[in-house]
C-alpha cells in the first residue's frame, strides 16, 4: 500500500528500458505513476495533474538526450522541478521595522503558538534581537497560558491583557508597550480559525490593518491533505501573507501539501518546525522537500553519480 | 467550469442503463474521492467494485446506481462491534476511556466535549490529566473540567503520566464514577519512546484494573491527508486502539482517509467534531458522512 515513487519508478524503468529514447508511450505512463505517487504524498489532486503535464512536456522536449537512460532522467526532471517550484530565492523574514511586527495566522492546532515561541527564541539567540511576546488568542483554554509557559522558557517577554476579548486592541497596546521597553521584535500570536469562519477572518483582517505586520506568516501543518491549498488560497486572499511555515516535520509525513501550497499561492516556505522544544525551527531546504515528496532518500544522487 | 451538482446525480445520469460506467464519470467520481482525502488505492479499488457491480447487475436505473456506490462505500466503514443492545458505559464501571493522537488534532477539546455528552446522560465522569509535557495542557483540560462541571484529577507538569492515570483510576473507584477520560500528550506515532510510554500508561492502569482501558480511542484531524494511516497503524500496535474520532469536520476538510483506515484495521469510526464549544461533537453517522464526502465538489 505504501509503496513508495522509487519503487514504482524502478518497475517504470522496466518498462523504459532498452527504449533508445523516450517515447510519447512510455512517457505518458511514467508520468501517470508518478502523479499518483504525487498524490498519495498528498500533493493536490489539481496541481499534481498540472504539474505531470508540465513533466510530460519537458520530458518528451528531451528527446535529444538519448544517451541517458531514460527512466533516470525523469526521476532526475521531476525532482528538480520539484525543487523548483517550491524553491526559488530564499528570502529572509523582514525585521526593519521599529519594532518590527510579525503577525502568525492559520488553523486550529497548526502549531502557532509553538512557532511563535520558536522564533522568538531563533531571533533572540541568532539574531541579536529583543523580541516579545503577545498573547493575541483569546479563546482557546489556557492559550494565553501557554504562550506565557513557553515565553519563560526561552526568556522572552509576554505581553497580556488578562480579561480582554479583543485580540486588536491587545495587538495596539503590545506595539505601544514595546516601543516603550525597547523591544524591537513584536510576534503576535492568533487563535487558530477556519477558513470559512467568516468572523474570525474579519477579525485576524483587523489585526492585520490596524499594526500593518513587516510580516506576516501562515502556519500549516506538514500533515494536511487535499484540502491545504483551500486553506492557503483562503487565509492568502484575506491577509497577502509573506511566508509559509510548514510545521511537525519531525513526522513521517511527506509532506505534499508544500508543493500545493506554493503552487497555489505562490508564496515561498520560509521556516519548518521539526519538534516541540524551542531550538527545533530549520530554515527551508527545497531539494531535502522535494525528495521527501517523492519518498526517495538518495536516488537522486545515485542518478547523478552515474 | 464543471458544475456543483451532487455528484450521485451526475453519476446517475451518466450511466442509466448502461451495462459500463462511463469514464468521464469514473474521472469525476476518482477527482471527488481524492479530493476528499480517500487516497489513490481505495479511490481505485471503490472504482473498480462499481465497475465490476455495473457489469454484473445489467439494468441499472438511476437510484440503483446510486445505492451501489454509496453501499460500496458504506461497505468500508468498519461498525461499532460493541454489542448494540447494551450500553458498554453501562456495563462497566469505571468505563475507562484513554485518548491518544499525535499533536494538535483535537484530543484535549474531544475530551471536553465527551464529557459534556456522557454526563449530560446523568453519568458522573472523572477526568485525568495525563497530559503532563506540553505546555499548559493540565491548564486547558482544568478549564474544560470547570466548563462541564465534571472533577478532574492532576499533578504537576512534568509527573509520570503513567501515575497520573493510576491515581484517576483510584480515585474513580472510591468515588463511584462511571466514566473516566484520561487525556494524554500529542505524540507522533514515529516516536518510539513515546509511543511505548503510551503502553505503559495502559499496563499501570491495568494493576489497579485488568481490563482497563475498555476504550482507546485515537483521534484523528479531520484535514490530515494520507499520513493519517501512518498514524492508525502505529497508534494500534502501541494501544490497540478501539474506536476514532475525527475532528474539525466544520471546516472544508473531508476526512475521507478514513474510508481506508476504518476497512484495513477494522476500527469504527464513534465521533466527529464539528467546532469548538462543548456541543459540538456529534455521533458518527456513516450514511451522512458518505453523503458529505460528495457535497460541493
Ligand atoms: N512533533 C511536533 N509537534 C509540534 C510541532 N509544532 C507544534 N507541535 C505540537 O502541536 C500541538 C499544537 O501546537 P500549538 O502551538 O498549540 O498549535 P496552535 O496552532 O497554536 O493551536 P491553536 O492555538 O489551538 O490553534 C502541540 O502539542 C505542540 O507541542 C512540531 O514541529 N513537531
Ligand atoms: N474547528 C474545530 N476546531 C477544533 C475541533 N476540535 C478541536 N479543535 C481546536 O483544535 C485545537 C487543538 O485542540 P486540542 O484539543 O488542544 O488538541 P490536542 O490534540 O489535545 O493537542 P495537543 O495536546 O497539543 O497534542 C484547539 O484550538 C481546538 O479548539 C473541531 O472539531 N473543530
Ligand atoms: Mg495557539
Ligand atoms: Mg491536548
Known amino acids: 500500500m505504501f509503496e513508495n515513487l522509487t519503487d514504482r519508478l524502478e518497475r517504470?524503468?522496466?518498462?523504459?528500458?532498452?527504449?533508445?529514447?523516450?517515447?510519447?508511450?512510455?512517457?505518458?505512463?511514467?508520468?501517470?505513476?508518478?502523479?499518483?505517487?504525487?498524490?498519495?504524498?498528498?500533493?493536490?489532486?489539481?496541481?499534481?495533474?498540472?504539474?505531470?503535464?508540465?513533466?510530460?512536456?519537458?520530458?518528451?522536449?528531451?528527446?535529444?538526450?538519448?544517451?541517458?537512460?531514460?527512466?533516470?532522467?525523469m526521476v532526475k526532471l521531476v525532482h528538480d522541478e520539484l525543487a523548483a517550484l517550491m524553491g526559488g530565492k530564499a528570502e529572509d523574514i523582514d525585521l526593519s521595522g521599529n519594532p518590527s511586527v510579525i503577525l502568525i495566522a492559520g488553523l486550529q492546532g497548526s502549531g502557532k503558538t509553538t512557532f511563535s515561541a520558536k522564533l522568538a527564541n531563533y531571533l533572540k539567540s541568532k539574531k541579536g534581537k529583543h523580541p516579545m511576546l503577545v498573547a493575541g488568542d483569546v479563546y482557546r483554554p489556557a492559550a494565553i497560558e501557554q504562550l506565557k509557559v513557553l515565553g519563560e522558557q526561552i526568556n522572552v517577554p509576554v505581553f497580556t491583557i488578562p480579561d480582554s476579548k479583543d485580540p486588536v486592541s491587545i495587538?495596539?497596546?503590545?506595539?505601544?508597550?514595546?516601543?516603550?521597553?525597547?523591544?524591537?521584535?513584536?510576534?503576535?500570536?492568533?487563535?487558530?480559525?477556519?477558513?470559512?469562519?467568516?468572523?474570525?477572518?474579519?477579525?485576524?483582517?483587523?489585526?492585520?490593518?490596524?499594526?500593518?505586520?513587516?510580516?506576516?506568516?501562515?502556519?500549516?501543518?506538514?500533515?494536511?491533505?487535499?484540502?491545504a491549498v483551500n486553506t492557503a488560497k483562503e487565509f492568502n486572499d484575506r491577509l497577502d501573507f509573506n511566508g509559509v511555515v510548514l510545521t511537525k516535520l519531525d513526522g513521517d509525513t511527506r509532506g505534499g501539501a508544500a508543493l500545493s501550497i506554493r503552487a497555489v499561492v505562490d508564496k515561498p516556505i520560509k521556516f519548518v518546525s521539526t519538534g516541540e522544544k524551542m531550538e527545533t525551527l530549520d530554515v527551508f531546504h527545497p531539494d531535502r522537500m522535494a525528495d521527501r515528496i517523492l519518498g526517495m532518500g538518495d536516488i537522486v544522487s545515485l542518478v547523478e553519480k552515474a | 467550469a464543471k458544475t456543483k451538482e451532487n455528484l450521485f446525480k451526475r453519476i446517475s445520469r451518466a450511466v442509466a442503463g448502461k451495462t459500463k460506467v462511463d469514464d468521464d464519470v469514473l474521472d469525476d467520481l476518482e477527482e471527488s474521492l481524492i479530493s476528499a482525502d480517500v487516497g489513490v488505492e481505495t479511490t481505485l479499488r471503490i472504482i473498480e467494485r462499481i465497475q465490476k457491480r455495473a457489469k454484473e447487475e445489467k439494468y441499472l436505473n438511476t437510484s440503483e446506481l446510486n445505492n451501489i456506490l454509496k453501499s460500496e462505500i458504506l461497505s468500508m466503514l468498519a461498525e461499532n462491534t460493541a454489542p448494540e443492545s447494551k450500553d458498554p458505559v453501562q456495563a462497566t464501571k469505571p468505563y475507562?476511556?484513554?485518548?491518544?493522537?499525535?499533536?494538535?488534532?483535537?484530543?484535549?477539546?474531544?475530551?471536553?466535549?465527551?464529557?459534556?455528552?456522557?454526563?449530560?446522560?446523568?453519568?458522573?465522569?472523572?477526568?485525568?490529566?495525563?497530559?503532563?509535557?506540553?505546555?499548559a495542557a493540565v491548564d486547558q483540560l482544568t478549564i474544560w473540567a470547570e466548563r462541564v462541571d465534571v472533577p478532574i484529577v492532576k499533578q504537576q507538569m512534568g509527573a509520570d503520566p503513567a501515575s497520573v492515570a493510576f491515581d484517576t483510576l483510584k480515585s474513580a473507584v472510591s468515588n463511584d464514577i462511571d466514566v473516566v477520560i484520561i487525556d494524554t500528550a500529542g505524540r507522533l506515532h514515529n516516536k518510539v519512546n513515546l509511543m511505548n510510554e503510551l503502553s505503559k500508561i495502559r499496563r499501570v492502569m491495568q494493576k489497579l484494573l485488568p481490563d482497563a482501558p475498555h476504550e482507546v480511542l485515537l483521534v484523528l484531524d479531520g484535514s490530515t491527508g494520507q499520513n493519517a494511516f501512518m498514524q492508525a497503524k502505529e497508534f494500534t500496535s502501541a494501544t490497540d486502539v478501539t474506536a476514532m474520532a475525527l475532528t474539525k469536520l466544520d471546516g472544508t476538510a473531508k476526512g475521507g482517509v478514513v474510508l481506508g483506515i476504518s476497512d484495513q484495521f477494522k476500527i469504527p469510526v464513534k465521533y466527529i467534531g464539528v467546532g469548538e464549544k462543548m456541543t459540538d461533537l456529534k455521533i458518527f453517522d456513516r450514511t451522512e458522512f458518505v453523503e458529505s464526502l460528495f457535497r460541493n465538489v
Open chain 1, 171 to 227: 495587538a495596539k497596546d503590545a506595539i505601544k508597550e514595546a516601543k516603550k521597553n525597547g523591544q524591537d521584535v513584536v510576534i503576535i500570536d492568533t487563535a487558530g480559525r477556519l477558513a470559512i469562519d467568516e468572523e474570525m477572518m474579519k477579525e485576524v483582517e483587523s489585526i492585520k490593518k490596524a499594526v500593518s505586520p513587516n510580516e506576516i506568516l501562515f502556519v500549516v501543518d506538514s500533515m494536511t491533505g487535499q484540502d
Open chain 2, 96 to 135: 475507562v476511556i484513554m485518548v491518544v493522537g499525535v499533536n494538535g488534532v483535537g484530543k484535549t477539546t474531544t475530551i471536553g466535549k465527551l464529557a459534556y455528552m456522557f454526563k449530560n446522560q446523568g453519568k458522573k465522569v472523572l477526568l485525568g490529566a495525563a497530559d503532563t509535557f506540553r505546555a
Open chain 1, 12 to 73: 517504470s524503468f522496466k518498462i523504459l528500458k532498452g527504449e533508445g529514447k523516450i517515447t510519447e508511450i512510455n512517457v505518458a505512463e511514467t508520468v501517470k505513476d508518478i502523479r499518483k505517487a504525487l498524490i498519495e504524498a498528498d500533493v493536490n489532486y489539481k496541481v499534481a495533474k498540472s504539474f505531470t503535464d508540465d513533466i510530460k512536456r519537458k520530458a518528451l522536449g528531451m528527446n535529444v538526450l538519448t544517451a541517458v537512460k531514460p527512466g533516470q532522467l
